[in-house]
């Protein structure tokens, strides 16, 4: 069964640094999403892009954060600058169509030192 | 921003028996959602929703989504040890690549 990858499943860097988040979703889906889950809370929604375009954010998704699909496989989140409250999992989730049912990858854990 | 109200937030029960566990909200949503997660993991869906009043089953798993659309829940039939994690449910209030809006999560843990 085909299944979102997500890379790498752990991350520690710096307050300060940029990280970039890579996922690669399922082959025929075309909508992709980021999440975001700090340690013991609920899943929360970031970005949603659909055609090469952000179609939806939240407030979370401020100038920090970035996506893009590079190479036509890939899609990633940037976090230009990092906050210590940045740390969390951060999941990346695709459905086939929009108002689909999302499918999630296992997450990246983020720590921010 | 747009609630889900989840409950109960944790369950403690047997092996074997029967659970469940609901979502609420103030507003009408177009889907609902139902995904476990264990821990360390992403959400794993188990069972989707797309009609007010459509009843459907997994397994041992059986969900509804509520003829107001701002309800849903889901039933756990004879409960296993491996059961055991969280449980969200998730809304979507529009229809072309629009967001999850999760609950908080139902904590799951049965002892056998």
């Known amino acids: 069964e085909p299944e979102v990858t997500q890379t790498p499943s752990h991350q520690v860097t710096q307050m300060g640094q940029e990280v970039i988040l890579r996922c690669v979703p399922i082959?025929?889906?075309?909508?992709f999403y980021w999440y975001r889950q700090i340690l013991g809370q609920k899943v929360e929604f970031l970005v949603s892009?659909?055609?090469?375009?952000?179609?939806?954010k939240s407030e979370i998704f401020d100038d920090q954060f970035s996506v893009e699909r590079p190479d036509g496989s890939n899609f990633t989140l940037k976090i230009r600058s990092t906050k210590l409250e940045d740390s969390a999992m951060y999941f990346c989730?695709?459905?086939?169509?929009?108002?689909?049912?999302?499918?999630f990858g296992p997450g990246t854990r983020l720590l921010v030192l | 921003g747009q609630q889900l109200n989840q409950s109960p937030q944790s369950m403690f029960i047997q092996e074997g028996e029967d659970v469940s566990m609901n979502c609420t909200s103030s507003?009408?949503?177009?889907?609902w959602l139902w995904y476990k997660q264990d821990p360390g993991e992403g959400p794993v869906l188990l069972i989707a929703?797309?009609?007010?009043?459509e009843l459907t089953s997994n397994g041992r798993l059986t969900a509804q989504f509520g003829i107001t659309r701002k309800d849903s829940f889901l039933n756990i039939s004879a409960s296993i040890p491996s059961d055991v994690g969280i449980y969200f449910c998730?809304?979507?209030?529009?229809?072309?690549?629009?967001?999850?809006?999760f609950g908080k999560g139902t904590t799951l843990s049965v002892s056998s």
């Open positions: 892009f659909y055609n090469n375009e952000i179609s939806e």
């Open positions: 082959s025929n889906h075309l909508y």
């Open positions: 998730a809304g979507q209030l529009g229809q072309a690549g629009t967001a999850l809006i």
């Open positions: 989730a695709t459905s086939r169509w929009g108002g689909e049912t999302q499918y």
């Open positions: 929703l797309y009609k007010a009043g």
């Open positions: 507003s009408i949503f177009n889907t």
